[in-house]
């Protein structure tokens, strides 16, 4: 699991205790419920559902970075394949009191239809219900509630949901210093707790496509079936950052370069190329729900596979975190339009989120398809 930044670091470095104490309550709307039928899911922007907001809060800014410390939990821990977007749908208002207006009765299927980017058959919606922290002299705590909604949006049902509400305290030297470093720090902590505690009680998907886990998963669609495979094309890197750090160089022609390198250590024959065929841009949504007509477009840049890198994050948290770089990968047979193989990987360096090509149930090696 991916954990707290004060939970889990700032104890290491000055010694102290961080308690956490709280449960999940999960709803299981659909039964049975089958991780394998769940297809690719767009994560929705944090809702603030919290009914006596702290003014002082930058609710934005914390959304932001629980949202940072969800996607890794979906995409690597519970292995579905997922993006997040801003992209809220064809919706009147997407607010907490439309997703549940009482306990236990949520939106009409015709709202839920229109939830999020066209394309995508699935949606899950993350609420923060109650947010709060205190600091006195050097004891500071704070807790969150965080409820997550996964809805099918072909039937317009809610298949899943969990809630939790998390507590969590540091004292000594360790809460007043982390107050004094990031007044949102403690917050952050508890939203992030409590949304991956809630993602536990969210069955694993276990099939023999998917590859990896932990820090990176690979997609092995029919690249095994691609025995001619020996010249990708590697486009421009699609910029889908979901923050942007003044600390961090985005250097989208550097990560491109290491691609090239990862594919010829795999015995590709790998080459730049800029643009998306006809396309000088395209959106992270784009690519991850690309059909067939989007993946046929791409032969415009002169290959028969092509492999599109997407940024989803390039940043760098609180200075003693470090920084963190998450990378998503996509394969496309232009011939058919197919995406053959894709593939994502995070960490704290370059080198780590290219993992999903690196590994040996990543991106397979030529050798390995030419059997």
């Given amino acids: 699991m991916i954990k707290s930044k004060y939970a889990s670091l700032l104890p290491a470095l000055f010694g102290a205790a961080a308690l956490i104490s709280g449960c999940a309550s999960p709803e299981f709307i659909h039964k049975p419920f089958d991780p394998d039928k769940v297809g690719r899911i767009a994560v929705l922007p944090f809702l603030d559902g919290r009914q006596n907001p702290d003014k002082d809060t930058n609710f934005k800014t914390i959304a932001t970075e629980a949202t940072t410390f969800l996607m890794p939990e979906i995409k690597y821990k519970r292995k579905y394949l997922a993006f997040d977007t801003t992209d809220i749908g064809d919706v009147s208002e997407y607010s907490a009191h439309v997703i549940e207006p009482t306990k236990g009765q949520y939106p009409p299927p015709d709202y839920v239809k229109q939830l999020g980017p066209n394309r995508a ?30 809805f099918n949006k072909e039937t317009g049902e809610l298949w899943w949901k969990a809630s939790i509400k998390q507590s969590q305290s540091m004292g000594g030297l360790l809460g007043g210093l982390a107050d004094a470093m990031d007044r949102s720090g403690m917050e952050t902590a508890c939203l992030a707790q409590s949304e991956l505690k809630a993602m536990e009680t969210l069955p694993e998907v276990k099939n023999s496509v998917t590859k990896g886990g932990g820090d990176w998963i690979a997609q092995h669609y029919s690249i095994q079936s691609a025995s001619d495979m020996r010249r990708i094309a590697v486009t421009s890197v699609v910029d889908g950052r979901r923050r942007e750090s003044k600390k961090v160089d985005y250097e989208p022609q550097n990560i491109q370069f290491e691609i090239l390198k990862k594919l010829h ?31 046929k477009s791409l032969a415009a840049v002169g290959a028969k596979y092509v492999l599109i890198p997407v940024a989803d994050d390039v940043s760098n948290p609180p200075e003693f975190i470090g920084k963190h770089y998450e990378l998503s990968f996509y394969l496309f047979n232009t011939e058919t339009g197919e995406l053959i193989w894709e593939g994502s990987s995070f960490g704290r360096s370059l080198g780590k989120a290219l993992l999903a090509l690196d590994k040996g149930d990543g991106l397979p090696r030529r050798k390995d398809l030419m059997k």
Avoid: E
């Avoid at 899950?124 to 965080?146: H, I, M």
């Fill in 265 to 295: 250590d795999k015995d590709y024959d790998g080459y730049a190329v800029q643009g998306f065929g006809g396309q000088q841009s395209v959106s992270q949504a784009q690519v991850a729900l690309a059909d067939a007509t989007f993946g």
């Fill in 121 to 150: 058959k699935w949606v899950l919606v993350p609420v923060c219900d109650d947010l709060g922290r205190y600091n006195v002299v050097f004891y500071a705590g704070g807790s969150a509630k965080v409820s997550l909604y996964l």
